[in-house]
């Protein structure tokens, strides 16, 4: 039982750490936000369909806290500090317009 719970933990932190450092991704200058979505984002979250990409939450259903939400990251995920000015507006429209709201 030790061994199964040492496992898990041990999962679960392997986890928390491929998606919650920082990332030094910089998109090409030409890369759609579809691209920057595949090349960025997609190790975490994977698309639900092919018309959906994420389900968002009601407070980062817009483009600026989207945005805010890449550069910066959070708890979990990790802050793509790189991806700047008309990637990240690419990156949000794309990401808006491809998702859900719940």
């Known amino acids: 039982m030790k061994k199964l719970n040492f496992a898990l933990t041990a999962s679960a932190?392997?986890?928390?750490?491929?998606?919650?450092?920082g990332r030094d991704y910089t998109?090409?200058?030409?890369?759609?936000?579809?691209?920057?979505f595949s090349s960025a984002c997609t190790e975490c979250h994977k698309p639900l369909s092919a018309n959906v990409a994420m389900i968002l939450s009601e407070n980062v259903a817009n483009k600026e806290a989207i945005i805010k939400k890449f550069q910066g990251g959070s708890m979990r995920m990790p802050a793509f500090?790189?991806?700047?000015?008309?990637?990240?507006?690419r990156l949000a429209d794309?990401?808006?317009?491809?998702s859900q709201v719940k």
Do not use: M, R, W
């Open 81 to 89: 500090k790189n991806i700047q000015g008309e990637s990240a507006d």
């Open 94 to 98: 794309y990401v808006l317009a491809n």
């Open 13 to 21: 932190l392997l986890v928390l750490v491929g998606c919650g450092g």
């Open 27 to 36: 998109p090409p200058a030409d890369a759609t936000g579809e691209k920057i």
